[in-house]
């Protein structure tokens, strides 16, 4: 479970984050979309403890992130694919973190198996991954823990097509395990296949919240939708007359 409740954010004048609430359900996947700068980052780095909100306050499994015991092990985190240690194998990363969880070898290699990255990958250094190996190593590291809920970044950033299919799969399963899943992406036609509740923000403020079927009721696909509830539709039109 994820409460956010009138989270905000600012930045001397600017305010990137503006009284947002909403809360993703155990057994659900939530899509958190919104344009470039909308505040999707800001918001899910403050529901990690990672930036202090402004006002308002996030909790996780009924606390903030920080007061878990070992965040790990109730909440796994992708937001940025690229911040793992550049020098170490897949293998030595995940290991390491299993150390911090108290999560036993053996769940290593069945990650580095689980995404792709076991054989000639997992001793490869990290500087050579490309961005899908990238991203596959940092949903290993989201999952080390077995948490019951996962708050990801992007993570289809760099996937190739059976990629992002395999974890629109993985995905689907946490959730019908009574999972919770927080998921931003700029893929639209992916989040409307994989996301079943969605929170759409534009300016730092939620424009649009609800089921997928309850926001799409109208008939249009979720570009439509999302370029209505951004008020960004008529850019669009200027640009194809
Ligand atoms: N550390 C910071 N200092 C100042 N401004 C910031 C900081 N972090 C974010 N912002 C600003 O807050 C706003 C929201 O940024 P944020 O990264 O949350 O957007 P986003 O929705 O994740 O965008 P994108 O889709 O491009 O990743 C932007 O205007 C950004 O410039």
Redesign the pocket.
């Known amino acids: 479970m994820i409460e956010v409740n009138h989270l905000s954010k600012r930045?001397g004048d600017?305010i990137?984050?503006d009284a947002v609430s909403f809360r993703c359900e155990p057994g659900t996947i939530t899509g958190f979309l919104?344009?470039?700068?909308?505040?999707?980052?800001?918001?899910l780095r403050m529901i990690c403890g990672l930036t202090p909100p402004t006002s308002g306050e996030a909790l996780v499994c009924g606390v903030p992130y920080r007061s878990l015991p070992v965040p790990g092990r109730r909440v796994g985190v992708l937001l940025d694919a690229s911040a793992q240690h550049a020098g170490r194998t897949g293998r030595e990363v995940l290991a390491l973190s299993a150390q911090v969880l108290g999560v036993a070898g053996a769940r290593v290699e069945e990650l580095l198996d689980l995404v792709g990255l076991a054989g000639p990958a997992a001793r490869k250094r990290v500087r050579g991954f490309s961005l899908g190996m990238r991203q596959r190593l940092g949903i290993a590291h989201a999952l080390l823990g077995e948490p019951e809920v996962l708050i990801l970044d992007e993570p289809a950033n760099g996937l190739d097509p059976e990629g992002i299919r395999w974890m629109r799969h993985l995905l689907r399963e946490h959730a019908a395990r009574g999972g919770t899943v927080l998921l931003?992406s700029?893929l639209l036609h992916e989040i409307e296949r994989t996301a079943d509740r969605l929170v759409v923000?534009a300016g730092?403020r939620v424009v649009g919240r609800g089921g997928r079927d309850e926001i799409l009721a109208g008939g249009g696909d979720l570009e439509e939708e999302f370029l209505r509830l951004t008020g960004r539709r008529h850019v669009i039109e200027e640009v194809e007359q």
């Not at 919104?34 to 918001?43: F, L, Q």
Request: charged residues 5%; aromatic residues 6%.
């Open positions: 930045y600017q990137a984050v919104g344009p470039n700068g909308a505040g999707k980052s800001t918001t931003s700029h923000i730092g």
